[in-house]
T-cell receptor, first 114, second 113 residues
Framework: AQTVTQSQPEMSVQEAETVTLSCTYDTSESDYYLFWYKQPPSRQMILVIRQEAYKQQNATENRFSVNFQKAAKSFSLKISDSQLGDAAMYFCAYRQEYGNKLVFGAGTILRVKS | NAGVTQTPKFRILKIGQSMTLQCAQDMNHNYMYWYRQDPGMGLKLIYYSVGAGITDKGEVPNGYNVSRSTTEDFPLRLELAAPSQTSVYFC????????????FGPGTRLLVL
């Protein structure tokens, strides 16, 4: 079974600075998808970024980018120019290529200091 | 286009009571899912459906039932509520398999006392 591990229960960053959230996963599959979801205090789950394992290029979405290391099974999220609105719980998630089930990590709380 | 909607937002149940959590989507998505999120934890899949009339168990299905009579609706039934079912429940949907991303509802917070 696939597992997703987020080793940082909590992280802090100064406003306008850059922070990186870590995620590792375990799978025997060669093709799959990885996601980062943001969960603010409202508890809504918001998709931040998605990476297809067959793509070598790292995904980017404005201030958010990933460092996808397939051989190391690592999928970190970098947030540049951090803003107060970035404060939330961030979840890393895995999905098989033709599967429908998301496997989530335990999450990382990100605090942004002004 | 409301996306994925869930009702109620919050509910308190007594042990042994039953209730149905409602979920609806207006995006014509084939796939729908129910997750639960316990405090400080990631989401775990309870049940999912790949289309009307088709449902399957996820990782933690015990104590729950689902049905999918229409494409739009995917209710989750709790029979004989237990304190261990205190959690936040999220419904999600996606168009199909492949590259499709799951879109989440706002969640239902359930407290069983």
């Amino acid at each position: 079974a696939q597992t997703v591990t987020q080793s940082q229960p909590e992280m802090s960053v100064q406003e306008a600075e850059t922070v990186t959230l870590s995620c590792t996963y375990d799978t025997s599959e060669s093709d799959y998808y990885l996601f980062w979801y943001k969960q603010p205090p409202s508890r809504q789950m918001i998709l931040v970024i998605r990476q297809e394992a067959y793509k070598q290029q790292n995904a980017t979405e404005n201030r958010f980018s990933v460092n996808f290391q397939k051989a190391a099974k690592s999928f970190s999220l970098k947030i540049s120019d951090s803003q107060l609105g970035d404060a939330a719980m961030y979840f890393c998630a895995y999905r098989q290529e033709y599967g429908n089930k998301l496997v989530f990590g335990a999450g990382t709380i990100l605090r942004v200091k002004s | 286009n409301a996306g994925v909607t869930q009702t109620p937002k919050f509910r308190i149940l007594k042990i042994g009571q039953s209730m149905t959590l409602q979920c609806a989507q207006d995006m014509n998505h084939n796939y729908m899912y129910w997750y639960r999120q316990d405090p400080g934890m990631g989401l775990k899949l309870i049940y999912y459906s790949v289309g009307a009339g088709i449902t399957d168990k996820g990782e933690v299905p015990n104590g729950y039932n689902v049905s999918r009579s229409t494409t739009e609706d995917f209710p989750l039934r709790l029979e004989l509520a237990a304190p261990s079912q205190t959690s936040v429940y999220f419904c999600a949907s996606s168009l199909a398999s492949g590259e499709e991303t799951q879109y989440f509802g706002p969640g239902t917070r359930l407290l069983v006392l």
